[in-house]
């Protein structure tokens, strides 16, 4: 039996090979060279991994399914690109962002070419249950839009919840790992109880992901992240710490967070202080907390699989997602 | 028997009233105003038509396929709200386009879930065929992108040729036209041959059309076109007539032409001039011959249909959209 890492390891490298091919003949060129600059960023392919496991899960052999694969991978580039249009970044992955290397309008049609590229991908899996795994995409789409507009909403907003928050990072984050999940299952033909537990596995694994994603914002080294830490901090994000801290906190503390509202961001040394004061607020342990929490839920919903193997391999992957140092 | 001005009139007051109640409850306001935005702004609900009657060619009821056409309505508006934002367009249909009335972001954001919604509301009324539907309907997407992609790329190339020009056109313009009446055909189950002879029919109208849009930017009455002619030189844009002309001129009046490009468009005291350059150069009269061209292609396409009703109409379109004045 090979081991997570292996399959990982040889999959993901399939599933490049393939993707790297998919538009390279392609014209117009102007079109296709920055789709195909994006795709050939590099990735975790996380996505496109959780399709094939899934469906594997279910019984379906891998070769049957790497379009629907490929089709997730490429709806998540369409996500990059326009995110980061919307949030200004130069840089993606140490490369300059589509945008920044080509233009607006050639990052705006790139990203709606992509999302039609990977429903082409998609359709080329579908059989006899097309309309349901269709469904079941186009949900995951128009989630992460409604996603993305909270979280610019939030950006403006002064009295955003912890739990609009966790709507937002649902929405955003953990339904197209759940969509990606369902597909596996839903492509497989498997029953309504796999298909649910499945989707269910992506979700909670989704959530974990990003309050993990949170935590090592602050919490990380930062020779292991590659990056400052505090980030999120110096943008003002109102991320999951940031908000259990504003509830957590009173007098001087919660003026001092409040600050960073009013101010749209923290200043660079103030972030040792509310690294501390996160600390001292319990934030942190909160936050880990409930990434187990959600680790915990995803787990459970994998218990009432069969295939040993996709199992093993899907507690394997939360346990590297929740274990990551970056 | 209505006629078709009737049929028109009925079908596309329908579609509003099915497209204006849409999203209206839906939540985020952030996402689902500014997209009801879109939608609510009047348009000719062109290509809702071209679903319904094709559907009904084939023998299906209008009832059974209205999300259909909301859904190429829906794909309209948001190729209408990306394009906007490439063109750096502040007014469309009178009113402030949709990132000048919000934000960029915002119409990013708002045209990709106008992608998804137009998918949801495909899958309402897909059956047995799906995938043979939805692969119609995602490339007529790609084929928007290519189109729109080699349109942005022909502003800035100065050796664009007609027959590239009638590509571009084919493809940003016809495509969608013609994936109209696809699927409209599909949907009703129809014979590969009356798919065949309505998609053709689509894709000559489409061509038709835009030749005509290129005709009326010079040769309409201002008063009838709502705004001043000559804005395609103005802009500079390398329409059919600009192309034919740059063809067939020669010496000083080459040199103008060349000109335009070279200043990136022409000046307001110049459009007289072009306009009657036009003229003496045969270009006015070969761009007619062109769209009657396209336009007897669509009409022969129709005499393979059986349904007499749909036939006059989709004949009236043609008739319509060829005399009219804006």
Known sequence: MKTPQQIYDAEKSKIEKKLFALLEKKSPKSLYEPCDYILKSSGKRLRALLVLISAKACGMEFKKIYNASLAVEILHNFTLVHDDIMDNADKRRGLPTLHVKYDLST???????????????????????????????????????????????????????????????????????????????????ASKENIKHLALYGRNLGMAFQIQDDLLDIIADEKELGKKIGGDLLEGKKTFLFLSALEAAKGVEKQRLLGIIQNKGAKQNEIQYFKELYYKLGVIEKAKKEVRAYSCKAMMHLNKLKDEESKYFLKWLIETLIDRKK
Chains 1, 2 share one sequence.
């Open 107 to 189: 990052a705006i049609l790139s990203g709606d070419n992509l999302i039609a590229i990977a429903y082409e991908n998609l359709l080329k899996d579908c059989n006899g249950n097309a309309k349901e795994v269709l469904k079941t995409f186009t949900h995951g789409i128009v989630e992460v839009c409604e996603g993305q507009s909270l979280d610019k909403e939030f950006e403006i907003r002064t009295d955003v919840t912890i739990k609009e928050y966790l709507v937002m990072i649902q929405k955003k984050t953990a339904a197209l790992a759940e969509m990606c999940c369902k597909i596996g299952a839903e492509l497989s033909s």
